[in-house]
């Protein structure tokens, strides 16, 4: 009978280990992750987010508008961009390519009317128009007051949608060519 009576204080002091390590179901390393990323405004294509896990040092940040695409660098431990004249890459239709250690400016074939993916410290702004799925998947939507999300879900300081561009801007520093939107391509 104690072994039993001990075997299962032993089973509810797992029970409640595991209680305290989720909630409803998600671990609470992934919510303590997620409540340090924020969306604090946003409105249909486009959202500013905070990220205070991965903050960068100063910026760095890519734009497509219409037939020009822009990249900025003053991240510190990057690699700086191309001096001159560079070489196109006809994979992310580029026709023409300059730089200047910090930026750089391209002549490329229309992806979308405008997207953009920036970080500074610990803030960044995605925007994509249309919506796209490099940038912005779907309308997103907060409310007056900062953080109170409506759109796609509704909660307050809910995590920003996941953006694939400035995850490649961030970690190799190229700047993406936008998918071509199928209005665009009518």
């Known amino acids: 009978k104690k072994k039993c009576s001990h075997h299962h204080i032993k089973q509810n002091k797992q029970a409640l280990s595991n209680q305290r390590a989720t909630c409803n179901g998600t ?52 690699k700086p961009k191309a001096c001159g004249c560079s070489g196109t890459d006809s994979d992310r239709h580029e026709c023409c390519k300059l730089g200047c250690l910090i930026c750089e400016l391209a002549l490329v074939q229309p992806r979308s009317l405008c997207a953009y993916a920036a970080q500074c410290l610990c803030c960044y702004f995605v925007g994509s128009l249309p919506c796209s799925p490099d940038y912005v998947r779907e309308c997103v939507c907060t409310l007056v007051f900062p953080g109170l999300q409506v759109c796609p879900e509704c909660g307050c300081c809910v995590a920003p949608p996941p953006c694939p561009a400035l995850d490649k801007i961030l970690n190799d520093g190229e700047i993406p060519a936008p998918t071509r939107s199928e209005k665009i391509q009518r």
Request: hydrophobic fraction near 35%; include cysteine; aromatic fraction near 8%.
């Open 27 to 78: 671990s609470l390393n992934t919510i303590m992750t997620d409540t340090l990323r924020c969306m604090c405004c946003a409105f249909c294509c486009c959202y500013e987010a905070c990220d205070f896990n991965n903050p960068i040092l100063l910026c760095k940040g890519a734009c497509d508008c219409l037939c020009l695409r822009q990249g900025y660098c003053l991240a510190i431990n990057t």
